[in-house]
């Protein structure tokens, strides 16, 4: 991500490259996955309200033991 502006004094045409400070990032950061944490928690309800019980306790079971153990092996 870049941030440009015309320098100033400058001539129209000439632009300043400006990267974001660590703090910009680290913040973006923090609100990107607090958007991705939404999401997943509205696809749970999604489809929570879609799939019969037994499909949807059995999937989020496998999330929540077999998921893991695969990503521990990585």
């Known amino acids: 991500m870049l941030l440009a502006h015309p320098v100033a004094g ?3 045409a000439e632009l ?3 990267l ?3 703090r910009d990032m680290a913040d973006i ?3 990107a996955l607090d958007q991705v944490r939404m999401e997943i928690m509205h696809l ?3 489809v929570n ?3 019969p019980g037994s499909i949807y306790y059995f999937a ?3 999330a929540n033991t ?3 153990m695969v990503l521990q092996r990585e």
């Open 20 to 22: 974001p400070s660590r």
């Open 16 to 18: 300043q490259v400006v």
């Open 10 to 12: 400058g001539e129209a």
């Open 44 to 46: 749970g309800e999604t």
């Open 29 to 31: 950061t923090a609100l």
């Open 66 to 68: 077999v998921l893991p």
């Open 60 to 62: 989020k079971r496998m």
């Open 49 to 51: 309200s879609m799939l």
